[in-house]
């Protein structure tokens, strides 16, 4: 498209004629027997078309001035100037516009619009990788195509989404490293970090064409570090969130309307890198939030001994808790056994007994209590199973279940505060049906996931588009994204 004053005048005429169309498809003849379903389907295409006809006006209008002549590094002038083409994909669809750009004998060519406007290298703008990239860290990939497909009438590949995804991604470690702390007078006085693990399943590539593709189980460590405010409650009121049913009335749970504190500053983070990386990072998100005004430090992982080894060896002088959360899926499977299944209310009258009694620090007795139980009723081996795991599970870890000083001292005792990490951040995106991950792509979509979860993305995003135009042009500030500019204008 020639980027001349002629070409400006006609799509300015054009766009005031579909301006107009649009108040006359609103206030007509045909807008006295349509629905509101019906007016607000054909408005929303009919501005999105529209909007497409505003940036290309913008894109006209900007281009039709001719830059001043830039300068090569070496100080050659790069007089030769023509105009040449150039592709953007906007949410409003597939863009083309010509601008200038300069040449010289064996220096590289320059469009100083491009960066002007901070076009990204390749043709997705900005906002289209902003909207994609927050639907896919929640949503598979089909899913996000067609809500792309479906909203902007946009059909982009499978392909290029992950290679947004991946590109997208990489910046996070640098946003988490420049992210300002929370002030000092806003932090709360128990530190409190957290570890888990979950396993994905990748793709490696056989030997040979014959083999295909193999899959393996790779164990990603989820982090996170927070403070807060001491929220001190009894057993009892454990139990009743713990157990609490859906659209149980709260007359029969008032403890439940407490207003519990919130976090302060939560930070997750998720790594395929193994649990020395993954601690080892979070021991220096530790040190960086760590002062004298912190009274109690908190390290809460499973059962897992070698994250916990990690753990006591990169956080000295933290104290260990067992997640809250972990110990009631052994304890509900040891009652599911004892009980021959879960198909009264004696189970369920079982479960709390027997968790208020873990949650008053009283391990040995409910220990003691299924092992008995487990030799009255005789249970054969398999169906015992349940119950020894349980009993092996809090023996091996009764030092990290003293819920009762845990609790006296308002300590969280479960990562459920934080959505419960692993569940939330690996198992709800990475562990569909039939999901398999290259390990790049499962280590990026954890990357932009923890971002969604923490509350960064227009952070990160601002932060994503900078760093991007500095490698791409070089300059301080990077503009807004042209459909920002375009509304501006």
Known sequence: MAADSHEIVYRREQVQEQFAALTRMVTGPDARSATALEMESRLFRALLDLGRQLLILFFATRAAVRPKTPVAADGTLLEACRQRPKTYLSVFGKIGFERHRFFARGKDAVSPLD???????????????????????EAPYDSGIQVLERILNLRLSKNALEIMVGEDSREVDAFYEEKPLP????????????????GVRLVETGPSELTGHQTSKREAIVTGVYSIQPYRRSP????????????????????????????????????LDGKAAAIGRLSQRVQRRDSPHIQHRVAISDGSEALREHLAAALPGFTHVLDIIHVLDYLREAVKALNGGWTSARSEDDLRKQLEALLAGKTQAVIDELLARADARGLEAHRRKPVDDAVRYFSNH??????????ARGWPIGSGVIEGACKHVVRGRLDGSGMKWTRAGAQAMLQLRTVRINGDWDSYQRFLRHRQHLDLYGENAAPQPPELQALAA
């Open 236 to 271: 009892e009121a454990v139990v009743e969130a713990l157990l609490h049913k859906p659209g149980q009335d709260e007359s029969e749970a008032p403890r439940l309307r407490r207003v519990r504190p919130k976090p302060i500053g939560k930070e997750l983070r998720a790594t």
């Open 115 to 137: 960066a002007e406007l901070s076009l990204p290298e390749r043709c997705y703008s900005a906002l289209l990788r902003d909207w994609a990239g927050h639907e896919l860290a």
């Open 183 to 198: 002030a000092k007078e806003k932090e709360g006085p128990i530190l409190v970090a957290l570890a888990d693990g979950a």
């Open 398 to 407: 009764a030092q990290s279940m003293r819920y009762d000083l845990y609790l």
